[in-house]
């Protein structure tokens, strides 16, 4: 078993910036991809950004590159979200997720992942 659990949440301003962190515990996740979702009432949970643990390899939604970066710490276990110029369709749950992928593809959709956090809201204001 992973357990994942979010912080770092909160209210911020437009053009603001928040840092959302996931300590990881459990199982070793060596092979692992691990990624962050979030989930707007309009459109469900939407994949935001991946890292491979092992290569740091990354991907990033359309709606977040050049704003927001994703990275992992081995040495505590935590992955980080680092989300700048914020607007208000950030707005979300924010949630940290991990599975195994076959050559360390990460899914895109939120049912290829099998370990989940309890969340953590993120709320930006105009």
């Known amino acids: 078993q992973v357990q994942l659990i979010e912080s770092g949440g909160g209210l911020v301003q437009a053009g603001g910036s928040l840092r959302l962190s996931c300590v990881v515990s459990?199982?070793?996740?060596?092979?692992?991809?691990m990624a962050w979702f979030r989930q707007v009432p309009e459109t469900g949970r939407e994949l935001v950004a991946t890292?491979?643990?092992?290569?740091?390899?990354?991907s990033y939604a359309d709606s977040v590159k050049g704003r927001f970066t994703i990275a992992r710490d081995h040495t505590k276990n935590l992955v980080y979200l680092r989300m700048d110029n914020l607007i208000p369709e950030d707005t979300g749950i924010y949630y940290c997720?991990?599975?195994?992928?076959?050559?360390?593809?990460?899914?895109?959709?939120?049912?290829?992942?099998?370990?989940w956090g309890q969340g953590t809201q993120v709320t930006v204001s105009s």
């Open positions: 459990g199982r070793a996740i060596n092979s692992y991809v």
């Open positions: 997720a991990a599975d195994q992928f076959i050559g360390g593809i990460p899914g895109r959709n939120s049912d290829e992942y099998k370990y």
């Open positions: 890292v491979n643990w092992v290569t740091a390899e990354k």
